[in-house]
């Protein structure tokens, strides 16, 4: 028993030396900045490339990821953005439209204020789909003080006149249909004759003799009689002119100063009652020519096809 006791401490004080002299060793051991042992360059040879292929595959994946994150977020801002711009371009659109049935409507209201006339402005809202505009209907009726026998006009020039009225609605005889003669002047030479609508959105000039100085282009405007039409209404002008073998008359084709392809507002001129017909003039481009429509009391256009 004693033995064994004497041995233990012997281990004991071993260890400690031991132990002392291991932690005495590290504390003064140098690091060598010599060459690498063979077995070292060939393990740092192969391990090398997998960590560099492990960093740059885990940069890329990284890289990957934020572009994935910043793909994500700029996919959201275009959606809303293409939402913003839809929704722009809609707003543009509608002030646009606005913009220009506001200048047609001044360039409307740009005619003198006539003492002889109440001005009523009207929208087309249908016309006869099987004759070529020439009926249009209008928006406005007896009850906005539209009635029978009212000239229309643009600021282009000679619509028609009502024909027919009802509450809310008006219809238009222009000066397309063969029905509605108009009693014109040929602006430069003071020659007089009858206008009337033939087909293909063209008129035909009539009562014309063969003596008579027209020429193509010239401006033809409305005479003011008839009762109808105010003096000074442009009507058309002279597009072509045929001299046939036979008769006293010309052939000659005129052309609607009114483009009634693209009519959508107008102006319906209600006569006051016990006034004198007055000219019909601009306020800033002087006066138009002049021109008059005589269309007999019991004349009637073709069937009506309204479209809307």
């Known amino acids: ?89 809609s707003d543009l659109s509608s002030m646009e439209e606005i913009r220009k049935e506001n200048l047609r409507l001044k360039r409307l209201l740009s005619y003198t204020e006539e003492q002889s006339y109440q001005k009523v402005m009207a929208q087309v809202v249908g016309w006869d789909s099987a004759n070529e505009f020439k009926v249009i209907r209008l928006n406005k009726g007896t009850r906005h003080g539209i009635r029978t026998m009212a000239p229309v006009v643009t600021d282009q020039g000679l619509v028609g006149y009502v024909y027919r009225a009802s509450e809310n609605y008006a219809d ?91 009519l959508e507002e107008v102006m319906v001129m209600i006569p006051v009652e016990g006034s004198v017909q007055a000219s019909f003039s601009p306020s800033e481009t002087g006066p138009l020519t002049n021109s008059a429509v005589v269309v007999p009391a019991n004349a009637a256009p073709a069937s009506q096809e309204t479209k809307i």
């Open 172 to 262: 238009v005889l222009t000066i397309l249909d063969q029905n509605n003669r108009v009693d014109i002047v040929v602006e430069r030479t003071r020659t007089h004759g009858i206008v009337e609508g033939v087909f293909n959105f063209k008129c035909a000039l009539k009562y014309i003799t063969r003596n008579e100085p027209v020429e193509v282009g010239d401006k033809l405007i409305t005479a003011g009689v008839g009762g109808i039409y105010p003096k000074g209404v442009k009507v058309g002008m002279i597009t072509d002119i045929t001299k046939e073998n036979f008769g006293m008359t010309l052939s000659i084709e005129v052309v609607p100063s009114v483009d009634f392809d693209k």
């Open 1 to 89: 028993m004693k033995l064994i006791q004497e041995s233990s401490k012997t281990k004991i004080v071993n260890n400690l030396i031991v132990g002392i002299f291991a932690v005495y060793g590290i504390s003064q051991k140098q690091f060598n900045l010599g060459e690498p042992s063979l077995f070292h360059q060939v393990v740092t040879e192969v391990v090398s490339p997998v960590q560099e292929g492990l960093a740059s595959s885990r940069k890329s994946l990284s890289s990957l990821w934020d572009n994935y994150i910043a793909i994500v977020n700029t996919s959201k801002e275009n959606s809303v953005l293409k939402k913003q711009i839809s929704r722009l371009e």
